[in-house]
């Protein structure tokens, strides 16, 4: 737990004008971190090529994590809306995984010892967090979640 309380804490510093700016949340719970990012500006709409702009933070958050064993999940999530400008992805839930996998494939690539514990999960639109009824709850749904969990 000691472990996990200190990581929290490193990630807390590493993010913290990302989590000033709203940009980013995280949480702990019994052994577990949450790491929330929306999905503004992270990517492109419909795509899921990694935005310039989100590579320093996830080369942080990545630096962090390397000194952490456990598992890392990403988690891809999105809004309800249809993607409708690409022939790349036939559905959110689509979106949501490649979203995960590009997020993990840049971790790796940043951290290549991590691979083995790097998981990817694309939930499309069936876990929100707000309402998809407005622009703001639909963007809050738009995200990527890292949860890590400690090593045994």
Not at 37 to 52: I, K, M, Q, T, V
């Given at each position: 737990i000691q472990a996990v309380n200190a990581r929290y804490e490193d990630i807390k510093v590493a993010l913290t004008d990302e989590i000033r700016d709203g940009r980013a949340e995280v949480r702990k719970d019994g052994d577990?971190?949450?790491?929330?990012?929306?999905?503004?500006?992270?990517?492109?709409?419909?795509?899921?090529?990694?935005?310039?702009?989100?590579?320093?933070?996830?080369?942080?958050?990545?630096?962090?994590?390397?000194?952490?064993?456990?598992?890392?999940?990403?988690?891809?999530?999105?809004?309800?809306?249809?993607?409708?400008?690409?022939?790349?992805?036939?559905?959110?839930?689509?979106?949501?995984?490649?979203?995960?996998?590009?997020?993990?494939?840049f971790m790796s690539m940043e951290a290549p010892d991590s691979d083995a514990r790097i998981e990817i999960v694309g939930y499309g639109e069936t876990r929100p967090i707000s309402t998809n009824a407005t622009a703001e709850g639909r963007a809050n749904n738009r995200r990527i979640e890292i949860i890590i969990q400690s090593g045994q």
């Open positions: 577990k971190i949450f790491v929330r990012l929306n999905s503004e500006g992270r990517f492109e709409s419909g795509a899921a090529r990694l935005s310039e702009e989100f590579k320093p933070l996830l080369g942080k958050l990545t630096e962090i994590l390397t000194a952490f064993s456990g598992v890392i999940r990403v988690e891809g999530h999105t809004d309800s809306l249809p993607v409708v400008f690409s022939q790349r992805f036939r559905s959110n839930w689509d979106l949501s995984a490649a979203r995960a996998a590009a997020v993990a494939d």
